[in-house]
């Protein structure tokens, strides 16, 4: 039996022309979030897109893939800001450094966190997430000198630096925007890799039958707390990109509400498939964006859609298109 | 450390526990029978809070609110059943927990329209106001009454559970719901009763807490996750369970709050994850169903 997590590529078959192209699902994402500036009515929503969408990918790999509803994924994104803050601004250590240490320490979280609730399946598990989360919640809450408890991680800024020639300078939008870019495409990137190894296949097999999977020879219960801690990592990436965005990381990233938006947004735009989590954050943020500048109380019509999403369209906006156009084998 | 403060602290720990109890009940017994985790049932607290409030200020009586309100809220509940959850047997498993998480989102801004977004403190009825002297120290007579409503609802439902011709029928259906439609019962109105039952509770609770924590629309939240560390704790579909882990928290948050009131709020969590490590099906729960 080959080991689930030996990493050797699955061997595709070579095709050639737009066949190719479409099977590059990262570029073509790519692409797509390169000039997403230009699509959406305002640049704040498209970097608000680009970070959630990120986080929203993640937790794709656990609910999508593995099938694994979890209800505490906010504990990951706000575990990768908080760290990220803090390491700048206590420790003084540069930006590009924070990251990945705060993805690091963020991975140990999730190892914690998945250690507990692995063991429990089905809507238990959703119940043991929801509640872990919030324990972070009310940890962070109460560590107060390290967090900024009620008021938020305050006080640390992002140092303008040189890159092989290139600026990088957090104070331009435009310049911003594309840094943060480059995290989403090394983000994509990875997932990708996970998606097409045999590891890949594994999950899928979980989530199809778990007990065929074990009886297969997976190692079923290993093979779940590696895709928490990948999912949990790959969300608090979207979390030190928000902490980079913002300087400031709000206590309500890590409350309950945040991973219940994370699951609204993979729904709406389409669990198992590539981009739908762009998709879906997108579709979210802009209704948030619209309906707020007629009513205060937009979470009463975005509720409403996403009850109707769960009733009618399951498989959210891109998974249907997908379905529609028959090409959910490419999974462009 | 004083005895009778201890003392004291653990009664307030009963009372809290009281209304963790009820509100886990619901929460289990509609898992118990239908398979079904209700994401609403914090909202639904929430709203039994409320709607025990306005009933209790139109009649003027506290309690009509705490009589009315739980059977409103109930039939509401029936009603989500029969409109929303109903479609959705025989699907994922997950597609009811989504559905009443978004439901929670419409009913929390609805409540948000009508009564504001600003909290309301809930009177305490006047007979129940002031404390009692127990002899190791004074009571207040509120928490007494909660302690002793939620002890007679929790003999009242083991009586019909247990004695009588409804409860056989709703024991059965929990164990096969197949076989009692072969026996010509009728299985998807016990369903719609139990839903119905759960969300009653939920509502009890919400009005039982009323004039112990204070009444706001995000005041579910924190209900939804006590409510499933209990149910976790306890075994999710056993209702003896509900009753022991809903103490259990209700004491240990209490206890906890004397020594270091900063890790109240985090020692049930903590409690919890080690009850999974140890049983991941919970204190009273079956093996194979859910871990």
Known sequence: ?332 | MDLSLIIMQLLSGIALGAVLVITALGLTIVFGMLGVVNFAHGALFMIGAYAGLYLASLTGSFWWGLLLAPILIGAFGMLIELVLIRRLYGRSIDDPLLLTFGLSYILVEGVRIVFGSDGIPFPTPPQLIGVLDLGVGFFPRYRLFVIGLVAVVLVVLWLALEKTRIGLIVRAGARDPTIMQVLGIDIGRVWLAIFGLGVGLAALGGVLAGPMRSVNPEMGSLVLAEAFVVTVIGGLGSIVGAVVAGLMVGISISLVALFAPEMATIVMFALMAVVLLIRPQGLFGVRGRTA
């Not at chain 1, 300078?169 to 998606?195: C, T």
């Not at chain 1, 945040?258 to 947004?265: A, D, H």
């Not at chain 1, 198992?272 to 997108?282: E, I, K, L, Q």
């Not at chain 1, 205060?296 to 859609?305: A, D, F, K, P």
């Open chain 1, 1 to 332: 039996m080959t080991s689930p997590s030996s990493g050797e590529a699955v061997a595709k078959p070579a095709s050639s022309g737009l066949g190719w192209l479409l099977e590059q699902r990262v570029l073509l994402s790519i692409a797509v979030l390169a000039v997403l500036p230009w699509l959406l009515p305002s640049q704040a929503l498209a970097v608000n897109v680009l970070i959630y969408g990120v986080v929203v990918m993640g937790y794709n790999l656990l609910f999508g893939y593995t099938g694994l509803l979890s209800f505490g994924q906010a504990a990951f994104f706000g575990a990768g800001a908080y760290f990220t803050g803090i390491a700048i601004g206590r420790y003084g250590v540069p930006w590009f450094a924070a990251v990945p240490i705060a993805v690091l320490l963020s991975t140990c979280l999730a190892a914690l966190i998945g250690i507990v609730s692995t063991r429990t399946r089905g809507i238990y598990f959703s119940m043991v997430t929801l509640a872990l989360a919030q324990l972070v919640y009310y940890v962070a809450l109460q560590a107060s000198s390290f967090t900024g408890g009620e008021n938020g991680l305050r006080g640390f800024t992002v140092d303008r630096i040189s890159l092989f020639g290139l600026q990088v300078n957090f104070l331009d939008p435009v310049n911003k925007y594309y840094v943060l870019m480059a995290f989403a495409a090394l983000a994509m990137w990875f997932q990708s890799r996970i998606l097409n190894s045999p590891f890949g296949a594994v999950i899928e097999a979980i989530r199809e039958n778990e007990q065929r999977a074990r009886a297969c020879g997976y190692n079923v219960e290993r093979s779940k707390l590696i895709v928490f801690m990948l999912s949990g990592a790959i969300s608090s990436l979207g979390g030190c990109m928000l902490a980079l965005h913002l300087s400031i990381v709000p206590l309500d990233i890590l409350h309950y509400q945040t991973s219940g938006m994370i699951v609204m947004m993979v729904l709406l735009g389409g669990a198992r498939s590539f981009f739908g989590p762009f998709v879906g954050a997108a579709t979210f943020l802009i209704l948030e964006d619209v309906i707020s500048v007629w009513t205060s109380h937009w979470q009463l019509v975005v509720g409403t859609i996403f009850v109707l999403f769960v009733l009618f369209l399951p498989k959210g906006i891109w998974g249907t298109l997908l379905d529609t156009l028959r090409v959910g084998k490419a999974r462009p």
